[in-house]
């Protein structure tokens, strides 16, 4: 008898042992799972709601929008930034020229190194501001406008003007809903 209980006592001690392994083996899963999730949100993806009509049609006041952290914006991307001259705002817009580009906004088209850039908005483009006369984006500098171009403030206007690349947040990658 003494037998059969030394056996049921080790068997016992063995299903604690591995319960507590796979307490431990899970915790350690959950922890690196938080922990990879928060250097993701911090260092390379974000979340951002859109206020506003200005990216209407492509963006709706209140989408959910995800986006991936980066500083080197291309010509159509949608991106977030910073504007420093209005309380630390941010800016969800589309890159239209890039560093080294001249913009210019005449006659209900925008030119972009004499080239008609094609219209992502509904109406056409009324009020040239800023680009009334040819802007030549200096080195880290981008052009954007909303795609709403009749109802968005963006580098049309003096409180925006041109986007300075270490105010840009990131690039849009897909809407959540």
């Given at each position: 008898?003494?037998?059969?209980?030394?056996?049921?006592?080790?068997?016992?001690?063995?299903?604690?042992?591995?319960?507590?392994?796979?307490?431990i083996?899970?915790?350690?899963?959950?922890?690196?799972?938080?922990?990879?999730?928060?250097?993701?949100?911090?260092?390379?993806?974000?979340?951002?709601?859109?206020?506003?009509?200005?990216?209407?049609e492509?963006?709706?006041?209140?989408?959910?929008?995800?986006?991936?952290?980066?500083?080197?914006?291309?010509?159509?991307?949608i991106?977030v930034?910073?504007?420093?001259?209005?309380?630390?705002?941010?800016?969800?817009?589309?890159?239209?020229?890039?560093?080294?580009?001249?913009?210019?906004?005449?006659?209900?088209?925008?030119?972009?190194?004499?080239?008609?850039?094609?219209?992502?908005?509904?109406?056409?483009?009324?009020?040239a501001?800023?680009?009334?006369?040819p802007?030549?984006?200096?080195?880290?500098?981008?052009?954007?406008?909303?795609?709403?171009?009749?109802?968005?403030?963006?580098?049309?206007v003096?409180?925006?003007?041109?986007?300075?690349?270490?105010?840009i947040?990131?690039?849009?990658?897909?809407?959540?809903?």
């Amino acid at each position: 008898m003494s037998s059969y209980y030394s056996y049921s006592d080790s068997f016992r001690q063995n299903q604690k042992r591995q319960l507590r392994e796979k307490i431990i083996f899970y915790s350690v899963g959950v922890i690196a799972s938080i922990l990879l999730a928060f250097v993701l949100v911090r260092f390379v993806g974000f979340g951002i709601t859109m206020k506003g009509d200005s990216m209407k049609e492509t963006i709706q006041n209140g989408q959910h929008l995800i986006g991936v952290r980066f500083t080197n914006a291309k010509q159509n991307d949608i991106i977030v930034f910073r504007n420093g001259d209005e309380d630390n705002s941010y800016y969800i817009k589309r890159v239209i020229a890039v560093p080294g580009d001249t913009v210019l906004i005449s006659d209900e088209q925008i030119l972009v190194n004499d080239k008609a850039v094609e219209q992502k908005g509904e109406e056409p483009i009324i009020s040239a501001g800023l680009a009334s006369k040819p802007i030549t984006l200096k080195e880290n500098q981008y052009f954007v406008l909303g795609d709403n171009y009749n109802n968005s403030v963006d580098s049309r206007v003096a409180s925006v003007g041109n986007v300075n690349k270490d105010d840009i947040v990131g690039r849009i990658i897909f809407k959540l809903w």
